[in-house]
């Protein structure tokens, strides 16, 4: 999406990322904002939610050990601040845990984004061309991001992230638990200054995530609707499906 293509072409493949967070995203599969009150964090949390970071991390250690995949519609909202603009759009997640992703972008302008492993492809049917990039060395980055909290182990996300608990809320009829996450890499913090994740308490997959950008106001936000952890996901949905004739570039940094 607008997401990836934005980190595709801001970093080509070292400045960012942009619809893959899912992402938000983002993290891979298996290994991979709210104010403070005045006072001390710890009192206004404590004050806020019952729930420690440990208890958040246990609990979502749980849920990742028998997570293979997961299916989901998918809103995607950027917002710029500069001109105050905020942009929609919307598709289909599908994930495995074999680091395999696809998302289908359905509005308003289609658009695919398909990882496999190190390989992420990005194709735009109107012009019908796929940019194909490997992720090399910003494999870390990516993973950083892309559906960050979908099968991903409490120790991983403490590796990568100073955690917070900022509080509970309820999102789409469901109690939530709201996250704070620091990137401990100064690379990806001057980025991604702050990362608020918004985990289903019955679940304990995101419901939503939100990507601050540093120094700009800017920001994205993934949020997941109707999701269905390890229904079956066939192969075919991660062939390269283009049509005859499509051009492949293979954008340069």
């Not at 070292?14 to 005045?38: I, V």
């Not at 979908?150 to 590796?159: A, D, M, R, S």
């Not at 704070?180 to 994740?197: A, F, G, H, V, Y």
Request: aromatic share 10%.
């Amino acid at each position: 999406m607008r997401h990836t293509a934005w980190f595709c072409s801001r970093t080509r493949l070292g400045r960012g990322l942009s619809f893959l967070a899912l992402a938000g995203l983002c993290y891979l599969c298996g290994e991979t904002a709210m104010p403070f009150a005045e006072g001390s964090a710890a009192e206004w949390q404590e004050a806020q939610t019952k729930w420690t970071i440990e208890g958040v991390l246990g609990m979502m250690d749980k849920a990742a050990q028998d997570f293979h995949t997961l299916t989901a519609d998918l809103e995607h909202v950027k917002y710029t601040a500069v001109v105050k603009d905020t942009s929609t759009e919307t598709g289909h997640i599908f994930v495995r845990r074999d680091e395999k992703m696809r998302i289908d972008v359905t509005k308003p302008d289609p658009r695919t984004i398909l990882r496999t492993g190190d390989n992420l492809f990005v194709f735009n049917p109107k012009i019908n061309r796929v940019e194909e990039y490997n992720l090399g060395k910003n494999r870390q980055m990516v993973d950083q991001y892309v559906l960050l909290g979908f099968g991903t182990k409490g120790e991983n996300i403490q590796k990568g992230y100073l955690v917070s608990v900022v509080g509970e809320e309820d999102l789409d009829n469901k109690k939530t638990i709201v996250l704070e996450l620091t990137p401990k890499s100064e690379e990806i913090r001057n980025q991604i200054s702050k990362i608020q994740m918004w985990v289903d308490e019955a679940s304990w997959l995101p419901l939503q995530q939100k990507f601050l950008e540093a120094g700009s106001g800017d920001y994205f936000l993934f949020h997941y609707t109707n999701e269905m952890k390890n229904l079956k996901v066939s192969d075919s949905q991660f062939k390269q499906d283009w049509p005859k004739g499509v051009t492949r570039v293979k954008p340069r940094g």
